[in-house]
């Protein structure tokens, strides 16, 4: 199913999984509107180059910006309109990881923590709410760690947990519209952003509960997102748990 015409925001769309999502919806026809909060110029170009490979006809844009206050992200949403005309897929990347026992979590850690996982989600969600033309598609990357027991990430997961609730809530108020909007769950992703949390022997735990023996990979989870924004337009107001059965919700 082509998307040539469409416009995707993709938030954190420079590195990792947004990068990844970038690709694939470049190689189905989507123009890419793609938010970053710290890379560089030449993680930009690299990636415009990339995207160019795989739909040299495709239009991007990068757009810079911290999106923990409700201004910032309609500031974000005005540009990309401006730029492009209109927006017709939202995918929010944006996500922060903290391992902590509770008792070393101070008041800072809790309320970067939920400016980042819940603030934001949730203000991403009301502008495309707002914004997103009929028949588009709203999604957000959450964690399988809403689906397990486990301590030390109480402030990762329970600032991730709103998200899904977010989410049912907005796909009812959309459905007139023929709007999806849906959650993406995956498990220990193989990133730059995992392993600062995870000594050695954490890491070998947790690939010895995903299947194979392996973290998830980007590349697992980046054809999800563009199947959801394709094929898989029925599916709405779901998490949709992708990690190798790291948890089975």
Avoid at 175 to 188: T, W
Avoid at 213 to 227: C, G, H, K, Q, W
Wanted: aromatic share 8%; charged share 20%; with cysteine.
């Amino acid at each position: 199913m082509s998307l040539t015409g469409k416009v995707a925001l993709i938030t954190g769309g420079v590195k990792n999984l947004g990068a990844h999502s970038a690709l694939e919806l470049a190689a189905v026809g989507a123009n890419l509107a793609l938010h970053y909060r710290s890379s560089s110029d030449k993680d930009t170009a690299a990636l415009e180059a990339k995207l160019k490979e795989k739909n040299p006809s495709i239009k991007i844009a990068f757009y810079q910006g911290d999106l923990t206050s409700a201004a910032a992200v309609t500031k974000l949403f005005q540009d990309v309109v401006r730029d492009f005309g209109h927006v017709d897929i939202v995918v929010n990347t944006v996500g922060k990881v903290l391992k902590k026992p509770i008792t070393d979590i101070s008041e800072e850690d809790y309320d970067s923590m939920f400016a980042v996982n819940s603030k934001t989600a949730f203000f991403i969600l009301k502008e495309a709410a707002t914004r997103v033309t009929d028949g588009g598609k709203i999604i957000s990357i959450v964690t399988a760690l809403l689906g397990a027991f486990t301590g030390y990430y109480t402030s990762y997961a329970g600032s991730k947990a709103p998200v899904e609730h977010f989410t049912r809530g907005v796909c009812k108020e959309l459905q007139s519209r023929r709007i999806s909007v849906n959650n993406v769950a995956p498990g220990p992703m193989d990133t730059p952003f995992f392993y600062p949390q995870e000594s050695p022997e954490a890491v070998e735990f947790h690939k010895a509960n995903g299947m194979g023996s392996r973290l998830t990979m980007v590349e697992d989870i980046a054809p999800i997102i563009r199947f959801l924004c394709t094929d898989g337009a029925w599916i709405t107001g779901q998490t949709i748990f992708a990690n190798g059965g790291y948890t089975t919700r």
